[in-house]
């Protein structure tokens, strides 16, 4: 089974640093997202990227920026991070376009930001 | 845009009885895709059923089936002889054909089921 490891699960920040979410796939998928998780607002895209070193903007990228260096990585920064920005982050990858299986998900970092 | 519209937060239901969640989009694409995804307390989304708008017939899995009427731009999922397991957070979600491999997702609903 394709799995998509999200490096922690709970993690504590104070306003002002710099936070690095990381997202680790194993089946060689093209493609790589992530979105933020709140309750009653469903899941947002922040950003997405098809290939190595190529990223595009989703819904809400204001305040995060991405990097994906090799195939299977694709981290999230969050430059200076703000109190809005807890949340419930989940990384998902997905196949070549056309694929119909959806997505497969990690299973989300709980970011809280003090 | 794409948007994608559940419009009931929460809903609840017996075990073993059925339960029929409802979700709506807005499209101006002729080929796409829907999913119903299940998130249960562990936070593992997990794909539950996907129907493809070009198949007329509605897509089933066990005891998953979806109501797909294309003109009406309404994916209702089924969840039939409902049991414990089932409770979680369920999103609907679009993705189109042309290219784009963004998911749109509703907000979500929480599925709760009594013993």
């Known amino acids: 089974d394709v799995k998509v490891t999200q490096s922690s699960r709970y993690l504590v920040k104070r306003t002002g640093e710099k936070v690095f979410l990381e997202c680790v796939q194993d089946?060689?998928?093209?493609?790589m997202f992530w979105y933020r998780q709140d309750p009653g607002l469903g899941l947002r895209l922040i950003y997405f990227s098809y290939d190595v070193k190529m990223k595009e903007k989703g819904d809400i990228p204001e305040g995060y920026s991405v990097s994906r260096e090799k195939k299977e990585r694709f981290s999230l920064i969050l430059e200076s991070a703000s109190t809005n920005q807890t949340s419930m982050y989940l990384c998902?990858?997905?196949?070549?376009?056309?694929?119909?299986?959806?997505?497969?998900f990690g299973s989300g970092t709980r970011l809280t930001v003090v | 845009a794409q948007t994608v519209t559940q419009s009931q937060p929460e809903m609840s239901v017996q075990e073993a009885e059925t339960v029929t969640l409802s979700c709506t989009y807005d499209?101006?694409?002729?080929?796409?895709?829907l999913f119903w995804y299940k998130q249960p307390p562990s936070r593992q989304m997990i794909l539950v059923i996907r129907q493809e708008a070009y198949k007329q017939q509605n897509a089933t899995e066990n005891r998953f089936s979806v109501n797909f009427q294309k003109a009406a731009k309404s994916f209702s999922l089924k969840i039939s002889d409902s049991q414990l397991g089932d409770a979680a957070m369920y999103f609907c979600?679009?993705?189109?054909?042309?290219?784009?491999?963004?998911?749109?997702f509703g907000k979500g609903m929480k599925l709760t089921v009594n013993p």
């Open positions: 998902a990858s997905s196949l070549l376009p056309g694929q119909t299986d959806g997505y497969t």
């Open positions: 499209t101006s694409e002729s080929d796409y895709y």
């Open positions: 979600a679009y993705r189109g054909r042309g290219g784009s491999e963004k998911l749109v």
């Open positions: 089946m060689d998928h093209e493609n």
